[in-house]
């Protein structure tokens, strides 16, 4: 469904969220295999402190379309093309309806969504046949979730939004890949109170990412020990799916 990409010497991929946890583990995975790097979130120290030899270091607000905006025109100029952009930027803050708070959950939106919408709209034009975008989305985006309320939402919407992009631009040789893993142990995933089925280090997951931009499918979600469990439960009706989900998460 997908471009097939096994030689990563020499490609351009621009890795926005890519200071910490999944995005700064993939980095150093595609550093390894010979790609050309360029490396934004907003903590600038991070990103420096990654030390990817050769990668440009581009800092920037995810949320902020005129930031996204900027940021590629710089990598333009010093690159003259992108040939893969990877959106991972992201916020999690596990919220019920009973705690909700409007103006956290417009914040994880912002970034968890909008960012991603954003980033599109600033690289759809440069995407060429063979290459594309990629967007990390979540299993969380399946179906309702316990504490999810903020969480969920955005990454349903990032799920869906990949869906139509691939419609439109398939037949075009343009890459849409939908990234969604289950658990990874990282800055976000240490708030959850409960212990994580089929926890993956981030190291792992970026193995996993490279594997699924290896084979080409449109979704790449891992671990599939978990992923496949989760996506037969997210096939019952309502009727089933919410006393199943309230019995295997104790909520
Ligand atoms: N960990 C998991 O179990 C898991 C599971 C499924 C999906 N995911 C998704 O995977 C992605 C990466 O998550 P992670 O667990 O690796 O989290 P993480 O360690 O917190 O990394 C998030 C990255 O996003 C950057 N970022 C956050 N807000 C940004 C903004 N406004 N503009 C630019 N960069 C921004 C952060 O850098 P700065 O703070 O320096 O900006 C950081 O580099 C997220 O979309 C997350 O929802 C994670």
New binding site residues.
Partial sequence: MNPRIVDWKNRRVWL??????????LARALAGRGARLAL?????D??QALDIEGALLL??????VA?LAETRQILLEKWGGVDLVI??????VPMRAQTFDLARAEQVI???FN?AMYLAATVLADLKPGGGIA??????GYRGLPKSVC?GPG?AA?IHFAECLHLDLADQGIGIWL???????????AQNDFS?PA??T?EQ?AVAILEGFRTGPLEIHFPKRFTLALKLVSLLPYRWYFPLIRRITGA
């Fill in positions: 926005v969220g890519a200071s910490a946890g999944i995005g700064a583990a934004s979130a907003r903590s600038a991070k990103l800092p920037c607000d995810a949320s902020e930031s959106y991972l930027a992201g916020d999690y912002s970034v968890n960012g967007f990390v989305a979540s299993v969380a969480y990454k990032l990234i969604n893993p289950g658990f990874v142990q990282t800055r976000l995933t994580m926890l993956l981030p997951a």
